[in-house]
């Protein structure tokens, strides 16, 4: 159990688009959902913290303009990037964390999605 | 504030020989620390963890103890296998700011037989 999947697995497109990534939990609800950035080489960095029903949280640098995040049940969350530019290329991973929780609140990972801005 | 150092790879090792990829952190308060292990194509997996000092994580093999002393929290196996090779990641997790994880960079692990 506890798998989480995202879609699309690799995405290109033109710079000035828009590119929707979905988050899913596949056996469980997830009252909160985690989006994550990685570049080459480097470490996972949070983006924002979204919760069912409510705005997300971004972290200190990220645009809340450009990227888009809806968590509209307890099952998916989507990432939208706008009007993406080339410097948006990277890896973006999501993660979701049990609504039953834990003891140390475990984070289920998706596969990632790997963005392409041409 | 909180971040994880982690061993820069790529590491390559044979078949059947003893890993170590070491880890260390800093943190405010008392964070839980985890080894996650990402396979090609796949998400991360949770490998294992520790939420206190002198704990010891295991799990197929694999193990680390959480020591405080030297802020650390090594990876290691005893006798590595083809099926191993992987993304590590070392995490830690800190209540302190609302339960967010802190990742190390990764370090790619190639076995070759």
């Known amino acids: 159990g506890a798998v989480v999947s995202q879609h699309p697995s690799r995405v290109i497109c033109k710079s000035g688009t828009s590119v929707k990534i979905e988050c899913r939990s596949l056996d469980f609800q997830a009252t909160t959902m985690f989006w994550y950035r990685q570049f080459p080489k480097q470490s996972l960095m949070l983006m924002a913290t979204s919760n069912e029903g409510s705005k997300a949280t971004y972290e200190q640098g990220v645009e809340k303009d450009k990227f888009l995040i809806n968590h509209a049940s307890l099952t998916l969350s989507t990432l939208t990037v706008t009007s993406a530019h080339p410097e948006d290329s990277s890896f973006y991973i999501c993660?979701?964390?049990?609504?039953?929780?834990?003891?140390?609140?475990?984070?289920?990972f998706g596969p990632g999605t790997r963005l392409t801005v041409l | 504030g909180n971040s994880v150092t982690q061993m820069e790879g790529p590491v390559t090792l044979s078949e059947e020989a003893f890993l170590t990829i070491n880890c260390t952190y800093t943190?405010?308060?008392?964070?839980?620390l985890f080894w996650y292990v990402q396979y090609p194509g796949e998400g991360l997996q949770l490998l294992l963890k520790?939420?206190?000092?002198?704990d010891k994580g295991s799990n197929k093999g694999f193990e680390a103890t959480y020591r405080k002393e030297t802020t650390s929290f090594h990876l290691e196996k005893g006798s590595v296998q083809v099926s191993d090779s992987a993304v590590y990641f070392c995490a830690l997790l800190s209540t302190n700011t609302g339960n967010q994880f802190y990742f190390g960079t990764g370090t790619s692990l190639t076995v070759i037989p």
């Open positions: 520790a939420t206190k000092a002198d």
């Open positions: 993660s979701a964390r049990k609504a039953s929780g834990g003891a140390y609140n475990e984070q289920f």
């Open positions: 943190a405010t308060g008392y964070p839980s």
